[in-house]
């Protein structure tokens, strides 16, 4: 049974780091890329970034040099990592296997001090 | 970035009825390999999104044969046949051909 489960903190203060963890199951990260996806409340989908099945990345260029997505295969984990927060940055983050088949349940990231 | 617009923004079905949301790309999502990268996702109320279509008209596993999904290089249509209470939400088309991968806005379906 393919999973995604997303865990970090729930509140993130301005201008610091927002580190995700995405930990799969019933899949292989060697063999499916995983996609992370943001959503303010109420809106649209947001694509962030991408870590492929290879260990290559690819990333949306609205996030310039913010965003760094990284593996660890051994845990079966893609983690996110965001600095420099602002206020609008606060949303629901989710991971996704390609072609986001597979949802996680969302993580809910407020910015605020 | 690939703009993707869709319409109407929301739509109210009578249960049994049919509906269709439409989906336009700014750009076409055919690729040279004759595959086109659209994609339709629907989010349930207070749950994740979940890939009704992939590839323009391939059903995803699990979903009712009442979803289908068509269209050409850059219009595509999902139609729900006989929509039903468990159809109520929102709708995304989104396009997985190059990045930064973009989504519509949405498409709300409620029921009459």
């Known amino acids: 049974q393919v999973q995604l489960k997303e865990s970090g903190p729930g509140l993130v203060q301005p201008s610091q780091t927002l580190s995700l963890t995405c930990t799969v199951s019933?899949?292989?990260?060697?063999?499916?890329?995983v996609h992370w996806v943001r959503q303010h409340s109420g809106k649209s989908l947001e694509w962030m970034g991408r870590?492929?099945?290879?260990?290559?990345?690819s990333y949306n260029s609205a996030f310039t040099s913010r965003l760094s997505i990284s593996r660890d295969t051994s845990k079966s984990q893609v983690f996110l990592k965001m600095n420099s927060l602002q206020t609008e940055d606060t949303g629901t983050y989710y991971c996704?296997?390609?072609?986001?088949?597979?949802w996680g349940q969302g993580a809910s990231v407020t910015v605020s001090s | 970035d690939i703009v993707m617009t869709q319409a109407p923004l929301s739509v109210s079905v009578t249960p049994g009825e049919s509906a269709s949301i439409s989906c336009r790309s700014s750009?076409?999502?055919?690729?040279?390999?004759?595959?086109?990268?659209v994609y339709w996702y629907l989010q349930k109320p207070g749950k994740s999104p979940q890939l009704l279509i992939y590839?323009?008209?391939n059903l995803a596993s699990g979903v009712p044969d009442r979803f289908s999904g068509s269209g050409s290089e850059t219009d595509f249509t999902l139609k729900i046949s006989r929509v039903e209470a468990e159809d109520v939400g929102i709708y995304y088309c989104g396009q997985l051909l190059e990045n930064p991968y973009t989504f519509g806005a949405g498409t709300k379906l409620e029921l009459k």
């Open positions: 590839r323009m008209s």
């Open positions: 750009k076409s999502l055919l690729h040279s390999n004759g595959i086109t990268y």
């Open positions: 019933g899949f292989s990260l060697t063999s499916y890329s």
């Open positions: 870590m492929w099945s290879d260990g290559d990345t």
């Open positions: 996704a296997r390609n072609p986001m088949d597979a």
